[in-house]
């Protein structure tokens, strides 16, 4: 199985299905394709109809979005394991993920992932605000209901803690005031070896996109 990501210092999709495979121990081969470069546009066509990263290759199959990778690797490689067991909890963690996926524009615009960021706190606007109350209140409702049976938001590692990884990174990297259960769980997710793994390449890389700057 191969999985085609993009810089790792820059792209949260290619994180949500590259964590979500590496935290159960999937084994995949990573090719990692700079995004914004002519290398990039040369080659991702070869990999994926949609031209963007992440995208799976698992013998002819190819998936080409985060959300459908996680799904699929469920499915196929974990048997259901990678969401909660529970119909009604399972629903919520789809809802969550979805919601992630399609939403909060503003603080993806207002507070671009950066793995090298090392400037500390930013300003921004009210509507990137509001994308953050509603990530803290979908964060605290989950370790309410389900802290009793593990750290992360259902309780164990599931495909909704991969869709909001990195959030966690932006919120670190941006100093942004979290309450004390939401910084337990950002701090859970951060230490994960595998999210560390990820970062410190993050920060080795040394391309340099303006646009995802600040
Ligand atoms: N909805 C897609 C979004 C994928 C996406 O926007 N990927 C960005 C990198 S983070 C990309 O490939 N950008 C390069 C481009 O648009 O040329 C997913 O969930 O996978």
């Known amino acids: 199985m191969r999985l085609i990501i993009g810089n790792k210092k820059y792209s949260g999709w290619s994180l949500r299905a ?9 084994p995949f081969e990573e090719i990692r394709l700079p ?8 080659q991702i066509p ?13 013998n002819d199959c190819i998936i080409w979005d985060s959300l459908a990778i996680c799904e699929y690797l469920n499915e196929v490689h974990l048997a259901g394991k990678g969401l909660p067991s529970d119909i009604y909890a399972r629903a919520q963690a789809r809802a969550i993920s979805a919601e ?5 524009a503003e ?11 090392d400037k500390g706190a930013v300003s921004i606007n009210p509507l990137a605000k509001r994308d953050v109350q509603r990530i803290c209140e979908i964060w605290r409702t989950y370790r309410t209901l389900y802290g009793q049976q593990g750290n992360f938001l259902f309780g164990d590692f599931s495909l909704a803690d991969a869709m909001y990884a990195p959030v966690a990174i932006r919120f ?3 100093e942004i005031p979290l309450a004390t259960t939401e910084r337990a769980y950002l701090n859970t997710l951060l230490a994960l070896p595998a999210m560390q793994e990820w970062i410190q390449a993050g920060r080795a890389e040394t391309d340099v996109l303006p646009s995802e700057e600040r």
């Open 18 to 26: 590259w964590l979500f495979a590496r935290y159960f121990n999937i």
């Open 46 to 58: 070869t990999y994926s109809p949609a031209g963007k990263v992440p995208v799976l290759h698992d």
């Open 172 to 174: 670190h990297i941006y």
């Open 100 to 104: 992630m996926h399609s939403g909060f």
């Open 107 to 117: 603080l993806r615009k207002e507070l671009p992932l950066n793995c090298a960021y």
């Open 35 to 42: 995004i914004y470069t002519s290398a990039f546009d040369e």
